[in-house]
């Protein structure tokens, strides 16, 4: 019974020295199982626990519910009820398209850049914040995301202005608490009118974002549902006016048009059945109502005409407002093309009701005054922790919006020229329609469905803005890179950011009290611009330094994209105002210094960091200062080179695979172990350095080189493993040769080095890669055309081995291998599960592979490992006999061998060990666990028994050796099962035992290991993880 118990779980006793810091994958997954949990999570996601709660009661939302829609409300809005009519009008049909393409194709290469970087690892609640500052860094971080809260919080000013507009414009003109005394001073009343309005509003507002967002998220759908009825009613009134167009009439005078608030009559004088009478549009003009009264001289000399504001899709009036028609300020709303009788020096006296441009326009100034349509495309991914599967989600969402709402603004711009008369167009406040809202004339049934729609839509896009600007705030003051913010990252006790919102409220009140929506336009424009640029930035940089960690599931992206979408983004600022552009750039620019100056203690793994390992002395301090995230971790290699008697490489593939490990990218120092005196070798040191670079050059492999020269192998090595590299230019992972010469006695010391190198670089918590084989490795000219590259996980020690093949697969050579997974299930383990979680967790990592679970059937130790282990033991004893002569020693080792075979093979005839099963059993049941043990349990003890019998000095062998065999002839029969034909098997590399008299039974276990499989690269990770799920 007792030997029954010391064999329990003899399995994988090869690591069992090793379990405290490296686990079995089994372990691994169970935690992997909720990926939240990862044990390498980020500090950043506070409220864990909370958020699982949530996703407990809450499945997570659908690309549709959750990104496509929110992102359809956030970018229609104000602009398109209240400005686009009247940007057609005034920049004409094919310079307002010029403008929505450019602005859209903006967003559309911004959306792109930002769904590769949302989809590059589980992107946590935060959005964009979050994922512009992990991809650049704290500095820029901070600088852009300060600029994405202003500009969303100036967004909130402007809707509020526009809901105000529309309410005292078009719902209520009669509201207006301050009033003009004359009619010069009415737009000033009306901006007094709009900042007492709107900072009540503000405050409403911001009370309903205290009390609970809850209430603001419950009425989005209906807000959502006003912007979605309005559309449809502005397409149903095109429809319309192609077969029987509204009737409605706009008076001009000459060809100027008429503000038609103060008469109904578009005549100077009527006839009645008692004469002419004169109409109130005669009033305005003349002193007094008499025919013979002294009138307007324009007034007198030309005629009043009445034309059809909407005349309708067929009537081709299209053509008339292709063209622009840009003017000064206070200039008459004319008509093209229509006569009028010019008059000498005439006096622009206010009271007369013509309609006059408010604003002085150009093309520039309506880019500024646009943007802001296009902008909510990040609506989305800020939501990204409410998403049930945000990778997929946001790219799909955002993408679909964006083509939806480019096609409803630019058909709209196509409509409005061909439906409406170009001076109603120009006309911004609809005076020549009785004060009525232009687009509400053109929609079916009722004005009222536009008027109604886009008042409750900019509403509520407002309340979104006042709800989205302080969480963001917030955010960016939990991260604690920019000090003076702290205080805004409090809050009430369930979370909800108190002071951030009071802040968000005053900011929002400079905007307000701007009161006009032309003039804030274009300060968030900037702020928006600003924040798409560096989106596109991160996705270029990220993609051209190729880190490891950038494997974007969004596949439809390239770095020439990015460029250009930032390059436009930088443009459209410089074009929207370039007093306004510096003005944000030198507030971003002040906030990066700042968070610089104050010194940013964070370690995003971010893109700007990984490119200052490329520059010199200012970068190489910058690497030295802080450890690298796991993000920007990739293998530093200092590869280990063998020289011959004439100084050149033993083996010239180590280099070749090198250099298809790292395609150029990263560090790589090329080392190597001269034994002698640096005075005596100094010639040949100079020589098989020569070899070695003419070699790097060949084989392609970009690196440095250094050689050692040293008393002996051993302290050279070791040396090199300490010393190489600078700063932050340090290799984390060694490369070498397996000893192929290990076995023979004229090299007693190669494995010995061999151990202690493993031993050193263990020491110095760095990644360990041994080449098996290694010279059937391929070369960089061949390729292979099918094959797959197995991964066998045994124990997690740093995700080192799902790295590499991804690594290798970017190289020529490799790039149509596929990839396998293969990993180990104990008795006691659920494999299905195991299988599933593993899945999961490739999923996260964004690596496609396919994945097995292979279970290892618990059986008994069988002879032939009991040989194997008694050859070995009797080989360490014949090692250590060095005094022996060279002949008497192979006699030896020929004697050994001999007795090996003979008693293998009478062995093989009397006990007949369980064979491990080649049909691979997907589950353990209890029942059949239960079955197994009672069934071998008596067979355990009598087998046990017999094999003694057979061999008494078995009995004397050590149980740790038997053990340490055992789990190697059992992994080496699963992994030839299953790769045999594998062009690549990567394998965990247990550790060398603790006590050092098993040394040379360490390398006679990994030589078992490995036997049969052609190429094979034992993988020891350094202990620190190397991958990760997050972005």
């Known amino acids: 019974m007792e030997r029954e118990s010391f064999f329990e779980g003899k399995n994988m006793a090869l690591f069992e020295e090793e379990m405290d810091s490296n686990p079995m994958v089994s372990s691994l997954l169970n935690k992997l199982a909720n990926y939240t949990n990862l044990s390498q999570g980020v500090v950043e996601h506070e409220e864990a626990e909370e958020s699982r709660r949530r996703e407990v009661k809450n499945p997570g939302m659908g690309t549709f519910i959750g990104v496509y829609l929110p992102c359809l409300q956030n970018i229609l809005g104000v602009i398109l009820f209240l400005r686009l009519t009247w940007i057609v009008g005034v920049a004409g049909v094919l310079e307002s398209f010029l403008i929505v393409f450019m602005c859209c194709t903006c967003t559309m290469l911004t959306a792109i850049s930002m769904s590769a970087i949302a989809t590059n690892g589980v992107v946590p609640a935060g959005g964009s914040y979050y994922m512009i500052s992990r991809s650049l860094g704290p500095e820029f971080g901070g600088a852009v995301g300060l600029c994405f809260y202003l500009g969303t919080t100036f967004a909130g000013a402007m809707y509020i202005l526009g809901t105000i507009e529309i309410f005292l414009t078009y719902i209520s003109p009669g509201a207006s608490i301050i009033h003009a005394q004359s009619p010069e001073g009415e737009a000033v009343a009306m901006l007094h009118n709009m900042r007492v309005y709107g900072t009540c509003t503000l405050v409403l507002m911001a009370m309903v974002v205290f009390v609970g967002v809850k209430y603001v998220n419950k009425l989005a759908l209906v807000f959502l549902a006003c912007v979605v009825l309005s559309i449809l009613a502005i397409y149903a009134g095109v429809i319309k006016t192609a077969f029987d167009p509204p009737d409605i009439p706009v008076c001009l005078l000459g060809n100027r048009t008429l503000s038609r608030r103060n008469f109904d009559v578009c005549a100077k004088v009527l006839t009645t059945n008692n004469g002419t009478v004169t109409t109130a549009l005669w009033g305005l003009f003349c002193n007094n109502s008499m025919p013979s009264a002294i009138c307007d001289e324009y007034f007198a000399q030309n005629n009043l005409t009445e034309i059809q504001g909407i005349p309708g899709v067929a009537s081709g009036v299209f053509l008339d407002n292709l063209w622009s028609v840009y003017t000064d300020k206070g200039v008459f709303v004319e008509k093209q093309g229509t006569p009028s009788v010019p008059v000498p020096e005439e006096s622009r006296s206010s009271k007369l009701p013509y309609v006059l441009t408010d604003i002085m326009t150009y093309f520039t100034m309506l880019v500024g005054i646009y943007f802001p349509s296009v902008t909510g495309i990040m609506a989305g991914s800020n939501r990204s922790g409410d998403l049930r599967d945000a990778q997929k989600s946001i790219p799909t969402g955002t993408i679909l919006a964006i083509v939806t709402t480019s096609f409803i603004y630019l058909s709209c711009i196509m409509l409005f020229g061909a439906c409406i008369e170009g001076v109603i167009l120009r006309d911004k406040f609809g005076e020549a329609l009785q004060g009525n809202l232009v687009i509400g004339m053109l929609a079916w049934p009722s004005p009222w469905v536009i008027v109604i729609g886009s008042f409750f839509s900019t509403c509520g896009a407002g309340l979104q803005s006042l709800t989205g600007a302080p969480r963001l705030l917030q955010a960016i003051a939990r991260d604690g890179i920019v000090p003076f913010l702290q205080v805004f990252g409090h809050g009430k006790a369930n979370g909800e950011p108190t002071w951030a919102l009071l802040l968000t409220a005053l900011i929002c009140e400079i905007g307000i009290l701007i009161a006009s929506l032309d003039s804030v336009a274009p300060i968030l424009s900037m702020f928006f611009l600003m924040c798409y640029m560096f989106v596109n930035l991160a996705c270029a940089v990220q993609t051209l330094l190729r880190t490891p960690n950038w494997r974007p599931r969004f596949r439809y992206y390239h770095w020439t994209l990015s460029f250009l979408g930032m390059s436009l983004c930088l443009a459209l600022m410089f074009i929207c105002s370039w007093y306004y552009a510096l003005f944000a750039m030198l507030i971003a620019g002040c906030i990066y210094k700042y968070i610089e100056y ?133 290799h984390n992972t060694v490369l070498m040769a397996w000893p192929e010469s290990w076995k023979e006695e004229d090299n007693p010391f190669s494995w010995k080095n061999f151990v202690d190198t493993v031993r050193d670089t263990t020491a110095a918590q760095q990644a360990l890669l041994v080449a098996k084989n290694v010279d059937l490795f391929p070369q960089n000219q061949e390729r292979f055309s099918d094959g797959h590259i197995d991964v066998w996980w045994i124990v997690h020690d740093g995700g080192l081995l799902m790295l590499l093949p991804f690594l290798l697969r970017q190289h020529k050579v490799w790039r149509k291998c596929r990839m396998r997974i293969f990993t180990v299930a104990q008795v006691d383990d659920n494999s299905i599960q195991m299988k599933k979680d593993l899945q999961t967790f490739l999923y996260h990592l964004r690596i496609s592979a396919e994945v097995e679970v292979v279970e290892m059937v618990e059986n008994d130790i069988s002879a032939f490992t009991y040989e194997k282990t008694l050859v070995m033991e009797q080989r360490s004893q014949m090692l250590k006999q060095m005094q022996l002569s060279k002949t008497e020693r192979e006699r030896e080792a020929q004697l050994i061998h001999d007795r090996n075979t003979a008693s293998h093979s009478v062995v093989a005839a009397r006990t007949r060990a369980p064979p491990t099963p080649d049909k691979v059993q997907m589950t353990w049941t209890k029942e059949k666990l239960i079955a197994e043990k009672l069934k071998n349990k008596d067979a355990n ?91």
């Open 598 to 730: 104050r010194g940013a203690e964070k370690e995003w793994g971010d893109g700007i960091r990984g490119l200052s390992l490329n520059a010199a002395r200012y970068a190489l301090l910058r690497v030295e200062h802080g450890t690298l995230h796991t993000k920007n971790w990739r293998p530093q290699v200092l590869v280990m080179l063998n020289l011959d008697s004439e100084q050149c490489v033993k083996h010239p593939r180590l280099l070749s695979f090198t250099t298809q490990l790292k395609a150029g990218k990263g560090l790589t120092i090329v080392g190597s172990v001269l034994e002698g005196t640096y005075l005596d070798k100094h010639a040949e040191a100079q020589q098989a350095e020569e070899n070695i670079r003419s070699l790097m050059g060949i084989e392609k492999t970009k690196g440095f080189c250094q050689l050692v020269v040293s008393s002996n192998l051993r302290d050279g090595m070791s040396h090199l493993i300490q010393s190489a590299g600078l700063g932050g230019m340090k």
């Open 941 to 1031: 003890m009598s087998g046990f028994k017999d094999l003694f019998s057979l061999k008494p000095e078995w009995g004397n062998l050590n149980q740790s050796n038997v053990r340490r065999m055992h789990t190697a002839v059992k992994l080496n029969g699963v992994v030839l099962n299953k790769s045999q034909d594998a062009q690549l098997v990567l394998l965990n590399m247990p550790g060398p035992p603790k006590n050092r008299q098993g040394d040379e039974n360490y390398m006679e276990f990994l030589e078992v290991l490995t036997e049969g499989l052609n190429r094979v690269l034992l993988v020891r990770g350094s202990g620190r993880e190397v991958i990760t799920i997050y972005s």
